[in-house]
């Protein structure tokens, strides 16, 4: 018992304060003046009050010049945590191996791995003689199928003023028709190296392919080197979309069928515990692992994630599954001592001083500046706590 020093006007009414609670017994009786309208604790909670309590007097200036507060338990809101684990990864569709239509020697390689690129940038170039030959058999057939169409006009023609035989014409159609699908052939070609045949000439010919990014993201893998021969079936890069990153998680089974698509999700890589991200679950598993008995789930990552992530990086999750309601406390109500957590409720009060009992508490989750009190049954239940000023008086009574 800490015993502060007071006029003498009050110290006889502290002695037979002191005296009364000499017997164990007339902890709960205190308690029941305190608050006869409520219903007491149970003998247990009695008991569980006498084994971890112990008393602080104050007076009414000491409380009221400190600026303590107090105030009765909270009914909280709290959510149910599942722990798990697993690793990022990128979704399908969302990761491109990046090559080329066209065997050429990588002539210029722009990027470096981890680099950031837009779309239609320039990863790479090729250089391949053939491509000249490519667009100069193009500009030929071009060529050629315009003279060839003009003839078959003409022949039209002729045919229909009798002129010309039926054969000819004939004739004519089918060599304009064959030289125009051998063009037809040629430009989609041209496409597939990112050229125009429309602005393709004799002037702008080039032997230099350029390779560019299909969609804006991130360079994870090169997979080619300068002065490289490159075939089209050689993976050269890849290529992962912004904002792409998902998480695979294992959940035990039995946390199962707590979980729901939408459900938000906490992140921690096991490499840096101080670093948090956010997201949420996407698509449940369907099926249990024998041997783990666990359930593979998905969960997307929030778009304003700022810490460097990696496909394949390890992760531990903290899902957040159903709310319910618990009685709770200010965080600043507690005060932690070895471990162990303590809170001062009001025991009497007077005009002239404040009596305080120091219990030992159960803790449970925190949430929005409050602590869950798993054993707030053993306290009546319009007790009041000290919400300002614990720390200090506990602290000082070690």
């Known amino acids: 018992m800490k015993i502060f ?12 304060f002191c005296v009364k609670r000499l017997v164990v017994s007339l902890v709960a009786a205190g308690f029941v003046l305190f608050n006869s309208s409520c219903k007491g604790p149970t003998p247990e909670a009695e008991s569980a009050l006498a084994d971890s309590s112990s008393y602080i007097i104050l007076s009414s200036e000491q409380f009221n010049s400190s600026e303590m507060k107090l105030d009765t338990m909270n009914n909280s809101m709290f959510h149910h ?7 990022l990864d990128v979704p399908e569709g969302k990761r491109t191996y990046v090559g080329t239509y066209f065997s050429g020697r990588a002539d210029q390689i722009n990027i470096i791995t981890g680099q950031n690129v837009r779309q239609g940038e320039v990863l790479f170039t090729l250089h391949n003689p053939g491509f ?8 030929e057939t071009s060529a050629q199928s315009k003279n060839l169409k003009a003839a078959y ?13 039926q054969r000819e014409l004939l004739q004519a159609e089918s060599d304009y028709l064959a030289v125009e699908a051998v063009l037809n052939s040629l430009s989609e070609k041209l496409k597939l190296m990112k050229m125009s045949p429309e602005q393709l000439s004799a002037a702008n010919m080039s032997s230099v392919l350029e390779i560019k ?4 993201g991130k360079i994870s893998k090169i997979m080619i080197q300068a002065g490289q021969w490159v075939n089209p079936e050689d993976l050269a890069v890849e290529l992962i979309a912004n904002g792409s990153f998902i998480a695979r998680i294992e959940v035990f089974e039995q946390d199962f069928p707590l979980l ?17 991200f956010t997201g949420k679950i996407t698509h449940l598993g369907s099926q249990i692992d024998p041997q783990k008995r666990t359930v593979l789930i998905t969960a997307s990552l929030d778009e304003n994630t700022e810490i460097q992530i990696l496909p394949g990086m390890f992760v531990n999750a903290d899902i957040l599954s159903d709310v319910s309601s618990a009685n709770s406390l200010p965080e600043s109500s507690l005060v932690e ?18 009596i305080l009992q120091k219990t030992e508490v159960q803790t449970g989750q925190t949430a929005g500046g409050y602590t869950e009190i798993l054993n707030a049954h053993i306290f009546p239940r319009e007790t009041k706590f000290l919400t300002k000023g614990a720390f200090q008086l506990i602290k000082e009574e070690e």
């Not at 303590?342 to 001083?353: G, P, Q, T």
Request: aromatic share 10%; net charge positive; no cysteine.
């Open 5 to 16: 020093l007071f006029p003498g006007t009050i110290i006889l009414k502290l002695m037979k």
């Open 81 to 87: 945590h599942i722990r798990a684990s697993g690793y």
């Open 132 to 139: 000249i030959d490519l667009q100069r058999e193009y500009l």
């Open 153 to 165: 006009e003409r022949m039209k023609t002729l045919a229909g003023d009798n002129t010309a035989s």
């Open 213 to 216: 990014a299909p969609f804006s």
């Open 260 to 276: 729901k698509i939408g459900r938000p999700v906490k992140f921690t890589p096991t490499g840096n515990p101080k670093a948090v």
């Open 337 to 354: 001592i070895d471990g162990k957590f303590y809170v001062l409720s009001l025991l009497e009060k007077d005009s002239s001083k404040f």
